[in-house]
């Protein structure tokens, strides 16, 4: 028979359980990832928004591609007031 190891990955896992202490790790690259991800899903939505608005009225019967370009860069610049982000006070 094989001699089973002494150390198993389980007793590695529940070593890093033991030396955890909550609320002691930085969390900076998280935060950092999470706010990438905000932005890019907030401004990628309001891009979306405008450009189906553009299609929209271009394309829907008796539309125009005037029309559609008014009304999305009416909703672009709209959509930038309300979505920037409120400047932070130190």
Same mark, same amino acid.
Do not use: G, Q, Y
């Given at each position: 028979m094989a001699d089973h190891p002494h150390h198993t990955s389980h007793d590695a896992a529940d070593h890093d359980a033991e030396a955890y202490v909550r609320g002691s790790? /930085?969390?900076e690259e998280q935060r950092q990832t999470w706010d990438l991800f905000m932005g890019l /899903?907030?401004?990628g939505s309001l891009v979306v928004?405008? =450009?189906l =608005? =553009? =299609?929209t009225l271009w394309f829907? %019967?008796?539309g125009s591609?005037?029309?559609g370009l008014i009304g999305?860069?009416?909703l672009a610049v709209a959509g930038f007031f309300f979505l920037?982000? %409120?400047k932070e006070s130190h």
């Open positions: 790790m /930085t969390i /899903t907030k401004w928004a405008s =450009l =608005l =553009l =299609l829907m %019967p008796n591609l005037m029309t999305a860069v009416v920037k982000s %409120p």
